[in-house]
């Protein structure tokens, strides 16, 4: 309770009903204002609030999803706290995998390389982009030269239309940074205004040329890594979550701190808002 205080209340107490600074020790978890005399719990509007499992618990999974490599499924996560019911495994995973991810955080910027990418096993029927039964996501994956890959961002996507791919792109990529794609007519004029467009053409049709090495070698780790942790689920209702996970971790491969990591997923899990 006191860990997560300190986190919520970086600089010390802060009523949300009165803005007061100061408050007296009420019980377990709860503080009491001074000035208004209102109780505020430590959980109160964060998702910890109305928790059927100890914070005990709670701060064990988070400590078990940043610890591990490739994550942990619902039902390892489970056996591994003792829970009896896979589903409460698999509510407690969702509940963290939206601290991942917060609203307002920095875009791409620089050199970026963004491409489509179909998520899914091997269907009959249509290909390409108009395809059935999978589900399309666009990549965006920021180019540092000889430093490798920069930060990335995965965006589930309905189309490849050019109205389509201007709103997520606008939503991953900082306005005036460089962005590289392939020939596809979706990325347009209008839909890269704003921005430095670099297309990448095909020098011949043989089929291991890729305009998009970047974006494809994201994908393929991102493949591997659903088929591994996830057995290749892509359903669209909970792959935004995955996606979500992914990302997180992509983006702290280089940090040595395992710490560090937990401390951020709790500093999300104390600002993400309980529904």
Not at 7 to 24: D, L
């Amino acid at each position: 309770m006191q860990y997560l205080a300190n986190i919520r209340w970086v600089g010390g107490f802060h009523c949300p009903h009165c803005s007061h600074n100061e408050a007296w020790r009420h019980r377990r978890g709860i503080l009491r204002c001074k000035k208004c005399n209102r109780d505020v719990s430590v959980t109160a509007g964060t998702v910890f609030q109305g928790r059927h499992l100890p914070l005990r618990i709670w701060f064990q999974a988070l400590w078990l999803v940043v610890s591990q490599k490739n994550g942990v499924s619902a039902i390892g996560l489970a056996r591994v706290l003792g829970i009896a019911r896979e589903k409460t495994g698999w509510q407690l995973l969702k509940k963290i995998r939206t601290a991942m991810v917060h609203a307002g955080r920095e875009r791409l910027s620089g050199t970026v390389e963004v491409d489509e990418v179909f998520l899914g096993g091997v269907k009959p029927g249509k290909r390409g982009r108009g395809a059935l039964g999978k589900v399309l996501v666009l990549i965006a994956v920021e180019d540092k030269g000889k430093k490798g890959f920069g930060r990335i961002r995965i965006e589930i996507i309905p189309n490849a239309s050019a109205t389509t791919l201007r709103a997520a792109i606008k939503n991953m990529v900082e306005l005036g940074s460089k962005i590289r794609t392939e020939q596809w007519r979706g990325y347009t004029p209008v839909a890269l205004e704003g921005y430095e467009h670099v297309v990448i053409e095909r020098q011949s049709l043989e089929p291991g040329e890729d305009p998009t090495p970047l974006v494809h070698r994201i994908a393929s780790l991102l493949k591997r890594w659903l088929l591994g942790t996830h057995h290749g689920r892509v359903e669209e209702t909970h792959l935004t979550a995955y996606l979500d996970e992914f990302v997180f971790r992509f983006n702290r491969r280089k940090s040595h701190s395992r710490g560090k990591l937990f401390y951020r997923l709790v500093q999300g899990m104390a600002r993400v808002k309980q529904e």
